[in-house]
């Protein structure tokens, strides 16, 4: 009998499963839909028919129709879980879909550093009677094990900020926490993956069967299940790519083995699942071919300017000039010695040319720069060198830290961020702090402290290091101040906060809200664009944050910034670029990529290799604190993350070694 095309068809999407298993994933992040792309493509690969909500859309949807549902608890969502009206709905749908029998329901709780993280998170189980009192007390030690344990890497690998700090799972810790889970006998808990073949047996998450309900409870943690996503985990997403891959697939039979519970209802059957190939567009965007293939494609549409200078490879080195000031000469002689093709310097103008700026030390800071400017002119002609293309680093929020905020940020849980300017006020944050900022010091630079030397471009640095007690970058679940919901609505005569979230959430009008927000962030992005462009007609414009964007403001502001022809240079602490590129180009950002490389990684002459890495699946590699050489290395300093133990020459050898020669533009920007 010849099967009807439909059923061929989904004998070769789920290979391994005899139905397709309903997951609804919430999201309480507010993150762009493609936040969590891997994982959902392998759970869709594993069997899973998976379908992505953000918790203020909860409202209206019958939940208990899913056969599964994952759980994404941000930090802000399980503080305000007993006193938010939307966070109040969302615990008693789920805790309603909890009591259901023969369900799955996965918790995947924020990384737990502390007493206070671990005492939220099990209150968040609680809240969501996720399990029964007699099992969170059978299970306390291994839940509190399990959440508490820093970091859950079994072999000690290269990432982009590595941590002499975090603790390395060893086998036997995993053969430990495999007892904790049988000690009593029958097995009702499991460390997943339990499949003992997989190279790297990589742990993803606690199981249990809860008994009392009669359903199954996975609890993981977001760095573990999202390591490789867009906002990925820089202290566990690997480097090397054929690891990755490796832990990939062990998340992959993670999430077969829960979905063989769900079928069998036994523990002692999911040991023999058999492993299955990675989703092919997976594996094909993590390979060479693609990135190679992609980047191609990309540069036919860039400026041949930009293109000329860039198409080796953009290294740069980023540098503090007052910090540095008196070790500049020996600073700008090891960047010349590495081939560096890019000079980030953190001069920060906004801290005398901002009218909120107090101007201390101006006379002293100006002279700094004005010496500056003269040396590495001098230092490159003597070598013989072309310099490097010289960016000039600006901040948004820098005089934030001894000035009050004028329109201060506000979530969707009515909280106000005293520290946080309202990111779409561009009276009181973009034009002083930023545009008007840029001018004078511009005007300045022309006229008295540039000494002839060009600028050839901006680095806006998007991190909010005055307020990492509240929130360093926007998250996805901002903005409602006064600054905000007159974007969404000028007329509108709602004044109190509360009633504004309340209104959108009654008349589920939140993605229409987030939508003319990011509207009015790209106009942000555009109006930055074609300021320095007054200024700067050839520069160009680089951004750095943390990681790539996913949400409505970073997502907004970056496809203002840049354009097909034009791409922003982009500096993350992400290892991966290509794999979201994409996912980027749809949303209309664009962008030559940059991870980062703290010297600390090198230690031994092989560690240089990593250089090599980066090159086959970035744009350039930017130097954190380059300056760092300059010094003598002390592994008990503060800075010893940023520094390494290898003395200057060796370090400047081996990254020129590994540097193309890169081409001198032949229109200067």
């Known amino acids: 009998m010849i099967l009807p095309r439909q059923l061929f068809m989904l004998l070769i999407l789920f290979p391994c499963s005899s139905y397709s298993n309903k997951m609804l994933m919430v999201d309480t992040f507010a993150n762009k839909n493609y936040a969590y792309n891997s994982l959902i493509s392998l759970a869709k690969n594993a069997g899973f028919n998976v379908e992505l909500i953000n918790f203020y859309n909860l409202k209206n949807k019958e939940i208990n129709n899913y056969d599964s549902l994952f759980f994404i608890a ?12 939307i966070a109040g709905e969302t615990i008693e749908k789920i805790t309603y879909f909890v009591h259901s029998k023969n369900k799955l329901v996965g918790l995947i709780s924020p990384h737990v550093t502390s007493q206070e993280d671990l005492y939220s998170s099990k209150e968040l189980i609680k809240y969501l009677n996720m399990l029964s009192f007699k099992s969170r007390n059978k299970y306390k030690d291994i839940i509190n094990w399990f959440l508490l344990f820093p970091i859950y890497r079994k072999l000690d690998y290269k990432t982009s900020l590595p941590s002499t700090k975090e603790k390395i799972l060893t086998p036997e810790d995993l053969e430990n926490l495999q007892y904790l889970t049988q000690k009593d006998g029958l097995m009702a808990s499991a460390i997943l993956p339990l499949n003992k073949n997989l190279k790297t047996n990589f742990p993803f998450g606690l199981y249990i069967k809860n008994s009392i309900y009669n359903n199954h409870f996975f609890l993981s943690k977001i760095p573990m299940l999202f390591f490789s996503e867009i906002s990925e985990d820089f ?23 829960l979905k063989k519970i769900t079928e069998t209802q036994s523990l002692e059957v999911i040991k023999n699942v058999e492993k299955i190939n990675l989703p092919e567009e997976l594996q094909y965007k993590l390979s060479t071919e693609y990135r190679t ?18 198409q080796n490879g953009i290294y740069a080195g980023w540098i503090r000039l007052d910090f540095d000031a008196e070790m500049i000469e020996h600073i700008l002689e090891n960047i010349a010695n590495a081939n560096l093709n890019l000079l980030w310097i953190s001069i920060k103008p906004e801290r005398y040319f901002s009218k909120t700026a107090t101007g201390e ?12 400017t003269k040396l590495i002119q001098e230092k490159y002609k003597k070598l013989e060198k072309p310099l490097p293309k010289i960016f000039i680093s600006m901040g948004i929020t820098t005089n934030f830290t001894n000035q009050p905020v004028t329109n201060s940020m506000q979530d969707i849980f009515a909280k106000d961020y005293s520290k946080v300017p309202a990111p779409l006020d ?15 010091f511009y005007d300045e630079w022309q006229t008295s402290i540039g000494n002839g030397l060009n600028i050839d471009g901006i680095f806006l640095d998007l991190e ?10 926007y998250p996805g679940y901002c903005d409602f101040s006064d600054t905000a919901w007159q974007v969404y609505s000028p007329e509108s005569q709602i004044k109190d906060t509360k009633k504004r979230i309340k209104y959108l959430y009654n008349n589920n009008k939140f993605d229409e809200y987030f939508s003319s927000l990011e509207k009015e962030a790209q106009k942000i992005g555009n109006l930055i664009r074609e300021h320095m462009k007054a200024k700067l007609p050839n520069g160009i414009i680089a951004v750095y944050m943390q990681t790539l964007p996913n949400s409505w403001f970073y997502n907004g502001i970056l496809s203002g ?7 922003v240079i982009l500096a993350t602490f992400n290892n991966e670029f290509f794999l979201y590129y994409d996912i980027l180009k749809k949303n209309n950002i ?5 991870p980062v490389m703290l010297l600390s990684q090198f230690k031994e002459i092989a560690d240089f290799k990593q250089i090599d890495e980066f090159k086959k699946a970035h744009d350039g590699i930017w130097f954190n604190r380059f300056s760092w050489l300059s010094y003598p290395y002390d592994n008990n300093k503060w800075w010893a993350i940023e520094a390494s133990p290898l003395n200057a020459d060796t370090v400047t050898k081996e990254i020129a070694s590994r540097s193309l020669e890169y081409v001198k533009p032949a229109v200067q920007i």
């Not at 980047?295 to 200078?309: A, C, G, P, V, Y």
């Not at 910034?561 to 791409?567: D, H, I, M, Q, R």
């Open 74 to 85: 941000s930090p802000a969502f399980i503080e305000n879980m007993d006193k938010n009206l």
């Open 235 to 257: 202290r566990i997403n690997p480097v090397d790519r054929n690891l990755k891959i490796q832990m990939l697939d062990a998340l992959q039979q993670t999430l077969l083995e």
């Open 464 to 473: 909010m290091y005055h307020a990492q007690d509240q929130e360093s970058s």
């Open 561 to 567: 910034l840049s354009t097909e022809k034009e791409p």
């Open 590 to 594: 664009y962008a030559l990529h940059m």
């Open 426 to 440: 561009i009276e009181n944050l973009w034009k002083p702090e930023l545009l008007d900022a840029f001018d004078t």
């Open 293 to 310: 293939n992609t980047q191609e494609e990309r540069n036919k549409n860039i400026d041949r300017t930009l293109n000329s200078w860039a």
């Open 361 to 372: 030390n101006r006379e002293k800071y100006l002279q700094e720069i004005s010496n500056f």
